[in-house]
Antibody
């Protein structure tokens, strides 16, 4: 059964760049017709969609974060990654990776458990 | 961006009871509305997509309805494992946006 697992530093300093990975296990990131997405949830706030990538590339980002976000995919390692630069305390959040079938209705049918990221000096 | 709201923000219900959660969009989104369940420390789970289509493996006590700007998630016959936070999400246009969540607690 396919699973997603986020990994990365739990604590990063303001102005630095956050790097997170999402490992795909139990199946290939290249099989099927899926987008691979990142979503976050700041403490006490709602979920925010960050962006997505296809296994062949073609990232697409939320315009609100576009200037600071890079999403990439490494099919040889069966994972995809998120980089978020110029961090501030507002980037403190749980970060989730998710799979989205390339079909109508744009739903996320599989999620990781999330990883907590705190931005603090 | 399309703004999503949910009501109520929280509710208390008894096992075996029936609950309804409303999700509203700031503009018409046809039936491009999905529902998720989230328990602390766990991965969120897809319940319903396309407003009313039950995701495979999701119990039939969950149902969804609505179109345009108003949608409803109904849980009929609450089970202990249903106590969680529920989110709606619009996929009509990017950026995808979510409702703020409804926490369902045990009465």
């Amino acid at each position: 059964q396919l699973q997603l697992q986020e990994s990365g530093p739990g604590l990063v300093k303001p102005s630095e760049t956050l790097s997170l990975n999402c490992a795909v296990s139990g199946g290939s990131i290249s099989s099927g017709n899926y987008y691979w997405d990142w979503i976050r949830q700041p403490p006490g706030k709602g979920l925010e969609w960050i962006g997505r990538i296809y296994h062949t590339g073609s990232p697409y980002y939320n315009p609100s974060l576009k200037s600071r976000v890079t999403i990439s995919v490494d099919t040889s390692k069966n994972h995809f990654s998120l980089k978020l630069s110029s961090l501030t305390a507002a980037d403190t959040a749980f970060y989730y990776c998710a799979r989205r079938p390339n079909r109508p209705y744009g739903y996320f049918d599989l999620w990781g458990r999330g990883t907590r990221v705190t931005v603090s000096s | 961006d399309i703004q999503m709201t949910q009501s109520p923000s929280s509710l208390s219900a008894s096992v075996g009871g029936r609950v309804s959660i409303t999700c509203r969009a700031s503009q018409s989104i046809s039936i491009y509305l999905n529902w998720y369940q989230h328990k602390p420390g766990k991965a969120p789970e897809l319940l319903i997509y396309g407003s009313s289509t039950l995701q495979s493996g999701v119990p039939s006590r969950f149902s969804g309805s609505g179109s345009g700007t108003e949608f409803t998630l109904t849980i009929s016959g609450l089970q202990p494992e249903d106590f969680a936070t529920y989110y709606c999400q619009q996929s009509y246009s990017t950026p995808f946006t979510f409702g703020p969540g409804t926490k369902v607690e045990i009465k």
